[in-house]
């Protein structure tokens, strides 16, 4: 990850392509081939580019997030998979993590939490920690409740201590608003 795009710029060189250009044209690529391979290498591509805070203006332009929303709903768990972690890297900026909120990000994430993918529930669970916060209460629907209440009773120990810790910032935001009306 770079600290400044002064060094990206630096490391990039005067006659190498920008960043911005070639996230555009991975995008571009991403939406215009056919291959199913170079699909899913283009989006694990762009799934890497989000998690440097670099990109995230970029990202949001070259509108990469909605790709990657829109990518859930496909039936190739590859694509899902790095889909999701393209949010997971991008939900973390206020803005990126409101964009994600107005386009029914938790509604989509909310429906792969039903699939065997491991990767994909521990990807799931991580983005709605970070997603769920006083502004987004309403967003915690009785649904995603459920399905995170019968995905605790499940073996697997990551998971079950991810949603441990969904629950616990679920309470704890519960109180902050409960404390707020009453001041």
């Known amino acids: 990850m770079f600290t400044s795009k002064e060094q990206l710029i630096k490391r990039t060189g005067k006659n190498s392509i920008g960043r911005y250009d070639f996230l555009k044209l991975l995008a571009t690529e991403f939406k215009t081939t056919k291959s199913k391979d170079a699909k899913e290498q283009v989006l694990a591509n762009l799934a890497n580019f989000a998690y440097d805070p670099i990109n995230y203006g ?6 990469i997030i909605d790709l990657f929303l829109h990518t859930l709903s496909e ?25 994600i909120l107005r386009n029914q990000g938790i509604r989509l994430l909310t429906s792969l939490l039903s ?10 669970i991580t983005i709605l920690i970070f997603l769920i916060n006083p502004d987004s209460k309403n967003e915690v629907t009785t649904e995603l409740i459920e399905k995170l209440s019968h995905l605790s009773n499940c073996k697997n120990k990551r998971i079950k201590n991810l949603i441990t810790i969904f629950f616990n910032d679920c309470i704890i935001i519960k109180d902050k608003i409960e404390n707020s009306k009453s001041i």
């Open 75 to 99: 039936d190739n768990l590859k694509l899902v998979r790095f889909a999701v972690g393209g949010i997971c890297n991008v939900c973390v900026d206020p803005i990126n993590k409101l964009y």
């Open 115 to 124: 699939l065997q993918d491991e990767d994909i529930i521990l990807s799931v």
């Open 58 to 63: 970029y990202i949001r332009q070259l509108k």
